[in-house]
């Protein structure tokens, strides 16, 4: 039967941007922040940054991907 809910559940994403798209270098490491390949980490970390006209400057040294977001 069709019923009414107080508000509607949002798909959480995978990775917290909110978080980690504030302006503040972060470094996270495969297998223990993301667990894709690192060259698909930074295409997510591209689309977030899109979707929230940011900018952004990253760094890749092994399995550490080495980023920070800015306003254009």
């Not at 009414?4 to 995978?14: L, T």
């Not at 798209?21 to 470094?27: D, K, M, R």
């Not at 930074?42 to 550490?64: E, F, H, M, P, W």
Request: aromatic letters at 16%.
């Amino acid at each position: 039967m069709a019923h009414q809910v107080p508000e509607f559940k949002h798909r959480r994403g995978k990775y917290p941007w909110d978080e980690w798209l504030n302006g503040a270098i972060w470094v996270v490491t495969k297998g223990e922040d993301f667990d894709c390949q690192t060259d698909s980490f930074v295409a997510a970390l591209d689309y977030a940054c899109k979707t929230r006209k940011l900018k952004y400057q990253t760094s890749i040294d092994g399995d550490n991907v080495t980023f920070q977001s800015y306003e254009v």
